[in-house]
């Protein structure tokens, strides 16, 4: 029963009463025991507490991946408080958006932008003179409240359905076992970055924080802790190839058992290359919204025999519909749309925007299609497919075509307006590439791609094209592209 599960924020401390010098978290060198940790956060929940924060209380976590990150979110469900995680690359205007939607008792990292919600700053101290004793045990009545709407404009929060009274069993159908080493490369404001946090504190992980990715030391830190278990993202892989690639025997990666990717569609030859260099019985995908209400796996066996699909529906309800509402039969393309099983718990909770929903199935915008065995492909997300002569054209499919180039380092395609003919939109390609020209580019498109599909220009940049969350905000990508070209063209 779910009631006779202890609050996360207990579980940690009962792993620390049992190996109380147990690393728990290192970053950039430093390492706290889970003694350290239990302790520092006794001590800082009391500081939360007397600034106001009490349970059910929203607070609001605007830091990098950091063991101060770790400990803000721990003190907070020490409190029966609600985690909310921020991106500190948010700007101003998007942090207030986001702020508005729900009131909240504290801000941790950042000022708020109008000066009305308490805060205290990155690497806070709380007072050395409060008690580090443990705290009465309080439930906070939502795990965690996501952010999202950044590349819309439509800001949301999406509540955790249950309570912090998180199983160690979430982590058992993943893979991850007790004591593992978890290497966190994604940045933890993100969903797959917060709920492999999650598991790790329940299950006692050796937690291994980057700051910030960066492929020699995500390939230094494998090798010297031993990693046994991460989840991290496609662009974080093909980033990583090339490094490794060109002194494979300063790095040892067998100690990897499960390795999971998530967030965006992995490129063929970037997702075989892992397979290639880890076996598939390790590399496993995921997909699903951050909502929860369905989910798919694919192991890498599985991938072998079904090329490009992210799985079989392993929790939840998924469907494929056509603009009509009707189901599409295999192999055709439509919007994807899921749903938790009728008469189970709510997965999620929307504060702000919601999503497209028909007869409580919602809609993330992917499209895609089931095979007959049934196995999901995704195409793209329908806010970022254009048409090119009234056919339509998916990024994805040219930016998988691109990836499967050894120099290309991670690439983005959008559709800007034809100004040459009457084709509506034409592709656009900015890569992030080593010693490529566009000759080059179009000559490796050619036999891999339709004709229409390949790009009418390029452009080259020497900065990655995602964040370290695999995210792309291809709208306004883009807008600024176009707006260059009108310049160029006055």
């Given at each position: ?85 921020l991106s500190p690359q948010l700007p101003d205007a998007e942090l207030a958006g986001l702020l508005a939607l729900r009131p909240r008792a504290l801000i941790v990292g950042r000022a708020d932008p109008t000066g ?23 439930v906070s009545p939502v795990l965690k409240a996501m952010a999202s709407g950044g590349s819309t404009g439509r800001p949301k929060l999406i509540e955790a359905g249950g309570d912090s009274r998180f199983p160690a ?65 496609p662009t974080i892989m093909q980033r990583l190839l090339p490094v490794y690639r060109a002194d494979p025997g300063a790095y040892e990666l067998s100690s990897i058992r499960r390795f999971w990717h998530v967030g ?227």
């Open positions: 029963m779910a009631d006779q599960i202890p609050p996360i924020s207990t579980q940690a401390s009962l792993l620390a009463q049992q190996q109380p010098d147990a690393p728990a978290v290192t970053c950039e060198g430093r390492t706290l025991t889970r003694r350290e940790l239990d302790l520092s956060t006794n001590r800082l929940s009391r500081a939360y507490a007397e600034l106001g924060v009490r349970q059910g209380d929203y607070v609001t976590v605007v830091l990098p991946n950091s063991i101060e990150w770790v400990q803000a979110v721990v003190a907070t469900w020490k409190l029966g408080a609600v985690p909310q995680p009305n919600i308490p805060s205290v700053p990155a690497a806070f101290e709380p007072n050395p003179a409060l008690s580090d004793a443990p705290l009465p045990e309080a069993a979430v982590g058992y159908p993943l893979g991850a076992q007790e004591g593992d080493v978890n290497l966190f490369s994604v940045p933890l404001s993100h969903n797959t970055g917060f709920t492999t946090l999650a598991i790790g504190l329940v299950q006692g992980h050796h937690l291994v924080l980057m700051p910030r990715f960066e492929p020699h030391e995500f390939l230094r830190l494998v090798t010297e802790h031993r990693v046994t278990y991460l989840a991290t993202v965006a569609p992995c490129p063929p030859a970037v997702k075989q290359a892992w397979i290639d260099l880890l076996g598939p019985e390790v590399v496993w995908e995921l997909y699903g919204g951050t909502e929860l209400q369905a989910l798919t796996f694919i192991s890498g066996e599985q991938w072998l025999t079904h090329r490009g699909s992210v799985g079989v529906v392993v929790a939840g309800e998924m469907k494929v519909l056509d603009d009509d509402g009707n189901e599409c039969p295999p192999g055709v393309v439509g919007e994807i749309y899921m749903r938790p099983f009728p008469g189970s718990a709510p997965t999620y909770r929307y504060i702000g925007a919601t999503a497209k929903s028909r007869d409580g199935w919602d809609s993330l915008g992917d499209l895609g299609y089931f095979d007959e065995d049934g196995f999901l492909y995704l195409n793209d997300r329908r806010v970022d497919m254009f048409t090119v002569g009234g056919r339509n054209v998916y990024p994805a499919e040219i930016e998988s075509a691109l990836s499967a180039h050894p120099k290309v380092l991670s690439c983005l395609v959008v559709g800007v307006p034809d100004d040459t003919g009457d084709l509506g939109q034409v592709p656009h390609a900015i890569v992030q590439a080593d010693g490529l020209d566009e000759a080059d580019v179009i000559a490796f498109l050619r036999d891999r791609v339709e004709r229409y599909k390949l790009p009418r220009s390029i452009e080259f940049t020497d900065v990655p094209l995602r964040d370290d969350a695999g995210k792309a905000r291809r709208s306004a990508v883009r807008d600024e592209v176009i707006k260059r070209r009108a310049m160029q063209a006055g």
